[in-house]
């Protein structure tokens, strides 16, 4: 049977989906369509709240955005981790809730170190 | 064709198209956002493969999570001074070598595969009848309880590793 599933319950998120980059894709063709083309310098200028743009557009971001995305990536696989668990939690009994604090306080871990690292700090 | 087989080829061809934009773009932040099309479509081949849970895991942690880390590690980088540069396209034989390789390697594992093999312990039924996350968790707890703390220790090297890395800027 693994060849034929077809996911039926989902037809509505594919629908919506499809129909997202419908509109996307149209309402952009529609305007290229029908819209003039009388480009020059100053409409052709990147918009800064009416000022004259300023320096350039890219720099290099500050490491501390890449130690934000990290620790987020992390806590994000434990909190992924944390669903079957509390779905199964019932069938798994003290055993299941013994592991799981095992995971939580080996991640707490590396927490605390990143706190007293003063990774968790903005300026 | 049926239908499953019919959204089974789109999804595989537009995964073939998709990586080969991500590595072609010449801007990265191009790259890294047909990335996340990428992501998307994997998680619909997921879904295909009645692994709901893990079709929603791989747009919460892939497309919502990796994906921003993708991002700041471009940003980090001097897109400008890359930019100017040619990509590894000098090297381009090199590459072709290594794939070529690598296809070698796979075709005598080719005939190991079957595309419908008879199902083992977790069958769809099955699945679907205890529940999917429910199934994940069962096993995922008892059966493979020493990969999944080995995860934490990963996933805690991770951080210490983020943090080692720029302890020296933040300071």
């Known amino acids: ?123 | 064709m049926t239908l499953p087989q019919i959204f089974f080829a789109y999804f595989a061809v537009a995964l073939t198209g998709l990586s080969l934009l991500v590595v072609t773009r010449r801007n990265p932040v191009h790259g890294v956002m047909w990335m996340l099309i990428l992501f998307i479509h994997v998680a619909g081949l997921y879904l295909f493969l009645n692994a709901e849970f893990l079709a929603a895991i791989q747009i919460i942690v892939y497309a919502g999570a990796i994906l921003v880390l993708y991002l700041f590690v471009v940003m980090l980088l001097n897109l400008k001074k890359i930019e100017k540069e040619r990509k590894f396209q000098h090297i381009w034989i090199v590459g072709l070598l290594v794939s070529v390789a690598f296809l070698t390697l796979l075709i005598p594992l080719l005939g190991k595969f079957s595309v419908y093999p008879p199902p083992g312990e977790y069958s769809v039924e099955r699945i679907n009848s205890e529940g999917q996350i429910m199934t994940v968790g069962r096993v995922l707890y008892t059966k493979f309880l020493l990969p999944f703390e080995i995860a934490s220790l990963i996933l805690l090297v991770s951080i210490i590793g983020a943090v080692v890395l720029s302890k020296r800027k933040l300071n």
């Open chain 1, 1 to 123: 049977m693994s060849g034929n599933y077809i996911p039926s319950h989902y037809l509505p998120v594919i629908s919506i989906l499809a129909f997202s980059v419908l509109v996307g894709l149209g309402a952009l063709i529609a305007g290229l369509l029908v819209r003039p083309r009388r480009p020059y310098e100053q409409k052709l200028a990147p918009y800064e709240s009416g000022n004259l743009p300023v320096g350039e557009p890219r720099y290099r971001f500050s490491v501390k955005f890449y130690i934000v995305a990290m620790l987020f990536v992390v806590f994000d696989v434990e909190a992924v981790f944390l669903y079957p668990w509390a779905v199964a939690y019932d069938r798994l009994g003290l055993f299941g809730f013994v592991e799981m604090m095992i995971f939580i306080v080996i991640l707490l871990v590396g927490y605390v170190y990143a706190w007293k690292k003063g990774a968790l700090t903005w300026e």
